[in-house]
């Protein structure tokens, strides 16, 4: 079965600072990779996505995520933290043949501070 | 839109009752899904339904059941209520268009077990 590993359960990075939330995957063969985002006492929001159109994945609030197939990781980052970017951010995997099941990592939790 | 709508937002429950935790989209998506979040483990697929009428288990099926009977909702049932069972709950629903899709989440149910 397929599974993601996101190392590190709290990252904690200065407002302004780079945000990189790691996430790695185990699979023979690429599959779709996700990052959610979820806001206190909320659901999760989609952040970006990969589907194997390009290996630099643009999203939301400035995020963006690169697939790196040698290092079977996604790893999500911001260039600049903000406050509102407080949050905790789970990277999820489904199947490369297709089909809509969510594999969810254990989720980072970050927090921001001025 | 509502997108994905969760019923009751907060119930608290005493063991050995049951309850039913509604969930209803109106976006027409074929795949609608149940998970229950925990600290430190994530986000755990208990039931997935690709259709009306089709449903299946997922990762955590043990003491939860589900039925489909329309592309709206996606009922989940306690039958006999467990400690264990406290949680968050999350429904999700997506298109079935073989991967990659975006899944729409409700704002989730905090169950509490006496």
């Known amino acids: 079965a397929q599974s993601v590993t996101q190392l590190g359960s709290h990252v904690s990075v200065s407002e302004g600072a780079l945000v990189l939330l790691r996430c790695n995957y185990s699979?023979?063969?690429?599959?779709?990779l996700f990052w959610y985002v979820q806001y206190p006492n909320q659901g999760l929001q989609l952040l970006l996505k990969?589907?194997?159109?390009?290996?630099l994945v643009k999203g939301i609030n400035g995020f963006e995520a690169e697939f790196k197939k040698s290092e079977t990781s996604f790893h999500l980052t911001k260039p600049s933290a903000h406050m509102s970017d407080a949050a905790e951010y789970f990277c999820?995997?489904?199947?490369?043949?297709?089909?809509?099941?969510?594999?969810f990592g254990t989720g980072t939790q970050l927090k921001v501070e001025l | 839109n509502a997108g994905v709508t969760q019923t009751p937002k907060f119930q608290v429950l005493k063991t050995g009752q049951s309850m039913t935790l509604q969930c209803a989209q109106d976006?027409?998506?074929?795949?609608m899904s149940w998970y229950r979040q925990d600290p430190g483990m994530g986000l755990r697929l208990i039931h997935y339904?690709?259709?009306?009428?089709?449903?299946d288990q997922g990762e955590v099926p043990n003491g939860y059941n589900v039925s489909r009977s329309t592309t709206e909702d996606f009922p989940l049932r306690l039958l006999s209520a467990a400690p264990s069972q406290t949680s968050v709950y999350f429904c999700?629903?997506?298109?079935?268009?073989?991967?990659?899709?975006?899944?729409?989440f409700g704002q989730g149910t905090r169950l509490t077990v006496v």
């Open positions: 999700a629903s997506s298109y079935s268009r073989g991967g990659g899709t975006e899944a729409f």
């Open positions: 999820a995997v489904t199947p490369s043949g297709g089909g809509n099941k969510l594999t």
């Open positions: 339904s690709v259709g009306a009428g089709i449903t």
């Open positions: 976006m027409n998506h074929e795949y």
């Open positions: 699979s023979s063969v690429p599959p779709y």
């Open positions: 990969y589907t194997s159109a390009a290996t």
